[in-house]
């Protein structure tokens, strides 16, 4: 079944409406959804635990607004391989034009399920006036479910001596929503290595390291100049990015 027509129907008792057939974007009267903003238009970043969400969804009618509501779907509007109902609908409300801020949770280990849900989700969302004028639509918006991600670093020795080999190492998780816990990303990602200079604001990248099957970092670079080093990840669509922390290392 549609997404916004199911979600519609614990509210058709509000007015006259007939439940539109399903799969179908369906309009009747005035009534329109102007805009959908998922996250303020940033990706989700899901960790180990629930996640809040908040969806925008702007609509019209010269009568004023019965309910606002919207689901959020991952696969097709058909058959949906996770689903997330709204917190709470909005309205009623007199005004002719409203933004309903809606919220949903996203659950690791449910919705999402796993690493396979991670990706383009889509918004459905409905909007019914008083006089039984109402808009549905399956594919409202789209958005980006992303695992998070953490990065750590670790140079030694410290301190060390003016151009002796300084190794750095560190590792890149991300969240498995599955099991709950941290996970090395996969082989083969680029992290960069980054120093900034004692003194200086801005960390300059030093080389381009790519992880090891377990999510690992290692290099040597030659230490001439105080400063602090980092890891910094770019992620990819389904995985955020991460900076570590700076390790500081005095040159003696």
């Not at 997404?3 to 799969?23: Q, T």
């Not at 179908?24 to 969400?53: K, L, M, Y």
């Not at 008083?130 to 301190?159: G, H, K, M």
Request: proline residues 4%; aromatic residues 6%; hydrophobic residues 40%.
């Amino acid at each position: 079944m549609s997404s916004a027509v199911a979600a519609a129907c614990g509210v058709i008792a509000l007015s006259a409406l007939a439940v539109p057939a399903a799969h179908a974007d369906e309009q009747f009267g005035d009534t329109e959804i102007t805009g959908v903003t998922v996250n303020g238009g940033q990706p989700v970043v899901v960790g180990t635990s629930a996640r809040t969400v908040t969806v925008e969804v702007t609509a019209t009618d010269p009568s004023g607004l019965e309910q606002i509501n919207a689901t959020l779907y991952r696969g097709s509007v058909e058959s949906p391989v996770a689903t997330v109902a709204s917190d709470a609908a909005c309205g009623p409300t007199a005004a002719t034009t409203t933004t309903c801020a809606l919220t949903f949770t996203l659950t690791p280990g449910t919705a999402p399920a796993d690493a396979s849900q991670a990706g383009t989700w889509q918004v459905s969302a409905f909007a019914i006036a008083p006089d039984s004028d109402a808009v549905f639509r399956d594919t409202a918006a789209a958005f980006s479910v992303q695992r998070a991600s953490q990065a750590t670093v670790d140079a030694t020795p410290e301190p060390v001596r003016w151009g002796r080999a300084l190794t750095v190492t560190g590792a890149v998780q991300q969240a498995d929503w599955a099991t709950g816990v941290q996970t090395g990303v996969a082989a083969g990602q680029p992290v960069k290595l980054q120093f900034r200079k004692a003194g200086c604001k801005e960390f300059k990248t030093v080389q381009t390291v790519q992880t090891a099957a377990d999510g690992t970092l290692s290099t040597t670079v030659r230490a001439f100049q105080d400063g602090t080093y980092r890891w910094s990840y770019a992620g990819t669509d389904t995985t955020a990015g991460a900076v570590s922390e700076g390790d500081y290392v005095n040159v003696r």
